[in-house]
T-cell receptor, first 114, second 115 residues
């Protein structure tokens, strides 16, 4: 079964607007972490934001915020004030307490239009 | 502090050849892992290690071997390359889960083409 589901293969957003990238996950662990990574066309994986399952507040890092809804098992990434440089693949990932690995979703390709 | 380094950046192999992809980290991380990235598949875990001398299989381990003789190095070996192993390979490292910083740091990737 898929651990991490990203239902949007591609998204478009106008420059300076906000965009939400969806991520749902499946786990029976109580302790886990959720991550978002950005992969630009150059290919490197860039860490963006982390949310622990016990964190009561949504994580924020600059223009990135994570909309964490534990009961719904969703961890959506919100990018505010999109910039052209935000055009990239975005991956959601989860690391569970009971497993020493990290599982990734299939990714969402975001294109920011000028 | 170089972070996670990988060599080579790009490699072409013929079917049946063997090779080793190198990975090193200088952050004293306990956890290291190898992923492959295929179009439309995201990243899939091949093998991982929670410390020197300890390795385990991930989601897609067939055709690959690993060893972890030191904290710093985690090489990935392809014993007999197949066209299905054409992919981009990423090495990653992180502190141990539960340390308070579970972020994984990725190397720049190795692009492998098997003919």
């Amino acid at each position: 079964a898929q651990k991490i589901t990203q239902t949007q293969p591609g998204m478009f957003v106008q420059e300076k607007e906000a965009v939400t990238l969806d991520c749902t996950y499946d786990t029976s662990d109580q302790s886990y972490g959720l991550f978002w990574y950005k992969q630009p066309s150059s290919g490197e994986m860039i860490f963006l934001i982390y949310q622990g399952s016990y964190d009561e507040q949504n994580a924020t890092e600059g223009r990135y915020s994570l909309n964490f809804q534990k009961a719904r098992k969703s961890a959506n990434l919100v990018i505010s004030a999109s910039q052209l440089g935000d055009s990239a693949m975005y991956f959601c990932a989860m690391r569970e307490d009971s497993w020493d690995d990290m599982r990734f979703g299939a990714g969402t390709r975001l294109t920011v239009k000028p | 502090n170089a972070g996670v380094t990988q060599t080579p950046k790009f490699q072409v192999l013929k079917t049946g050849q063997s090779m080793t992809l190198q990975c090193a980290q200088d952050m004293n991380h306990e956890y290291m892992s190898w992923y492959r990235q295929d179009p439309g598949m995201g990243l899939r875990l091949i093998h991982y290690s929670v410390g020197a001398g300890i390795t385990d299989q991930g989601e897609v381990p067939n055709g690959y071997n690993v060893s972890r003789s030191t904290t710093e190095d985690f090489p990935l070996r392809l014993l007999s390359a197949a066209p299905s192993q054409t992919s981009v390979y990423f090495c990653a490292s992180s502190p141990h889960w539960g340390s308070g910083n579970e972020t994984q740091y990725f190397g720049p990737g190795t692009r492998l083409l098997v003919l």
